[in-house]
């Protein structure tokens, strides 16, 4: 529907659910942002108690309150299909969340539960937590920016000792901090079914939070965990060091927005030389310099399981890029590396474009926001003639001019594996847009070609109108904010009523 439904559209809703009940289509329902109110979730509350068929409800931005979430649990106690619930970014506070926290006690449907920014409070996350001691069928819940403080995260590590099926838990933006790393620690010791831990931007510094991350050590069944945002200083990094030497069941590490500098990031290096679980590991917006990227050179020579390392915005310069590319001639596994604004020159894209000379694995290569210029395109075109892997390569923002497009297009003649190019904010004009357009007319492997915001005039945007009679697999091109007149925007009305791009 285009129109918010208010009160009486909530109504009317909560009536065609009555009437649904027998039908097996009506399984999903999304009201996001629609403003229902606590009038409209109690009309839902109402049609749930009866419905038999609903199993997804999402009230997502619905200025629900109380009285609101209070209705919605009354429901939960007797509606035996509903498996997930999502009531983000509403207000159902302290006394809502008791409310669910009593429904769950007794609901054995619902799997997932988000109650993220809602103003529960300590007193819903500890109602909650005495829930999911007894309950049974709960796997997800989200309780990201709450206030549920130390009282709420100590009892939900107390619940965790004994809870046997919540498998993924968001705690982010809480303000937990010693007491309850304490006692998660403790309860990881014992807790055999939490896969996925996000406790980003709590107070998770300090020696305390060391002792959180040595009980790593021995958890053997969390496979995610997020420490982003300012959760971890070096110290900390040097503690998680240690857990993932030993640890075997870590697969995804987020580490994003925190202060690691060169020393960290030689410690996690090392960590990475034995650990052979992780596949997935992100260092995005920390203060990693040249000296913390060759040391995770050297642990990717050996390291025979990270598939994605992201190290967009940081600091690895010319010297880093360099090493990372040496790595990359012998690294077997490695198949996405962002080093989008990194500092990185022609010398760097030079040394990368020589490592994917060779590389058989590396899929997608993300140098958004650099400085390659036209001669690191240049380089990185010749290694296209040769790469049969790689099928993203972003280039967006990297000084790019028309030398720069030519080289492109000319190993778009032959590659045959590449799908996504991005060019946009670049210094392309119609030189180099005529010289793709010429390149895709043969080519038969891209479909995503980004040249928003460059220099391109009627005379480019004409040349690519005129690919589009021969070429049959583009089917994503962006041209905003260029210097397209009329008479180009006239030959690209074929792009919107004949083939079906956008």
Request: aromatic letters at 2%; glycine letters at 8%; hydrophobic letters at 40%.
């Amino acid at each position: 529907m285009s129109q918010k439904i208010r009160t009486k559209g909530a109504q009317a809703l909560a009536e065609a659910l009555k009437a649904l009940k027998t039908m097996a289509s009506a399984t999903i329902l999304n009201l996001q942002g629609c403003e229902i109110g606590d009038d409209g979730a109690q009309a839902l509350a109402e049609a749930l108690k009866t419905n038999s068929t609903l199993t997804t409800l999402n009230l997502d931005s619905n200025s629900i309150g109380e009285n609101g979430g209070v209705a919605l649990a009354e429901a939960l106690k007797t509606n035996s299909t509903l498996t997930t619930l999502n009531l983000d970014s509403n207000s159902i506070g302290e006394n809502g969340g008791v409310a669910l926290a009593e429904a769950l006690k007794t609901n054995s449907a619902l799997t997932t539960l988000n109650l993220q920014k809602n103003s529960i409070g300590f007193n819903g996350g500890v109602a909650l937590a005495e829930a999911l001691k007894t309950n049974s069928t709960l796997t997800t819940l989200n309780l990201d920016s709450n206030s549920i403080g130390e009282s709420g995260g100590v009892a939900l590590a107390e619940a965790l000792k004994t809870n046997s099926t919540l498998t993924t838990l968001n705690l982010n933006s809480n303000s937990i901090w010693i007491k309850g790393l304490l006692a998660f620690s403790e309860a990881f010791k014992v807790n055999l079914t939490l896969t996925t831990l996000q406790v980003r931007e709590n107070k998770t510094t300090g020696n305390i939070a060391q002792v959180l991350l040595k009980s790593l050590e021995s958890k053997t069944t969390l496979t995610t965990l997020n420490l982003g945002h300012k959760s971890i200083e070096d110290d900390e990094a040097l503690a998680l060091c240690e857990a993932l030497q030993t640890n075997s069941s870590l697969i995804t590490l987020d580490l994003q927005s925190n202060t690691i500098d060169d020393n960290g990031a030689q410690a996690l290096a090392e960590a990475l030389k034995t650990n052979s679980t992780l596949t997935t590991f992100y260092l995005q917006n920390n203060s990693i310099g040249s000296n913390g990227a060759m040391a995770l050179t050297e642990a990717l020579k050996t390291n025979s399981t990270l598939t994605t390392l992201d190290l967009q915005n940081n600091l690895a310069g010319d010297n880093g890029a360099q090493a990372l590319s040496e790595a990359l001639k012998t690294n077997a596994t490695l198949t996405t590396l962002d080093l989008w604004h990194n500092s990185i020159g022609s010398n760097g894209a030079l040394a990368l474009a020589e490592a994917l000379k060779i590389n058989l694995t590396l899929t997608t290569l993300y140098l958004q926001n650099n400085s390659i210029g036209d001669n690191g395109a240049m380089a990185l075109s010749e290694a296209l003639k040769i790469n049969t892997t790689l099928i993203t390569l972003d280039l967006w923002g990297n000084s790019i001019g028309d030398n720069g497009a030519q080289s492109l297009a000319e190993a778009l003649k032959t590659n045959s594996s590449l799908t996504t190019l991005d060019l946009q904010s670049n210094t392309i004009d119609d030189n180099g847009a005529q010289a793709l357009a010429e390149a895709l007319k043969n080519n038969s492997t891209l479909t995503t070609l980004g040249l928003w915001r460059n220099s391109v005039g009627d005379i480019g945007a004409l040349a690519l109108a005129e690919l589009l009679e021969t070429n049959s697999t583009l089917t994503t091109l962006s041209l905003g904010y260029n210097s397209i007149g009329p008479k180009g925007a006239q030959g690209l009305y074929w792009l919107f009523t004949e083939s079906g791009l956008y």
